[in-house]
Nanobody, 128 residues
Framework: VQLQASGGGLVHPGGSLRLSCAAS????????MSWFRQAPGKEREGVSC????????YYRDSVKGRFTISRDRAKNTVYLQMDSLKPEDTAVYYC??????????????????????WGKGTLVTVSS
């Protein structure tokens, strides 16, 4: 299993970025995918996830209405579209999957150590 995250960068407040996570070794049709982030000096936190069975999506409150998670089944890739970015969104973003957890509203509180596989992080910096 491999997860390859990309798409981070420097953006001004109010700007947009799209992160990608290409999965190999398993199918997104079978397992959900999550995005986490870790800001400097803070614990890693769940941001969003997408369920494999029906494509349901879940977000932590602070990104609802600004971030959109989606998947391309043909490419076995998950995306995180981030709009109206704020300085507090600055963090290293990681994609991850847990073969035992399908994804639900607990994304905001689930502990990162439950995840089975992680991609390398991609840095998002929101600054003027």
């Amino acid at each position: 299993v491999q997860l390859q995250a990309s798409g981070g960068g420097l953006v001004h407040p109010g700007g947009s970025l799209r992160l990608s996570c290409a999965a190999s070794g398993f199918s997104l049709d079978s397992y959900g995918m999550s995005w986490f982030r870790q800001a400097p000096g803070k614990e890693r936190e769940g941001v969003s996830c997408i369920r494999s069975s029906d494509g349901s999506t879940y977000y932590r409150d602070s990104v609802k209405g600004r971030f959109t998670i989606s998947r391309d089944r043909a490419k076995n890739t998950v995306y995180l579209q981030m709009d109206s970015l704020k300085p507090e969104d600055t963090a290293v973003y990681y994609c991850a999957t847990d073969f035992q957890w399908p994804c639900n509203e607990r994304i905001a509180t689930i502990k990162d150590y439950t995840m089975d596989y992680w991609g390398k992080g991609t840095l998002v910096t929101v600054s003027s």
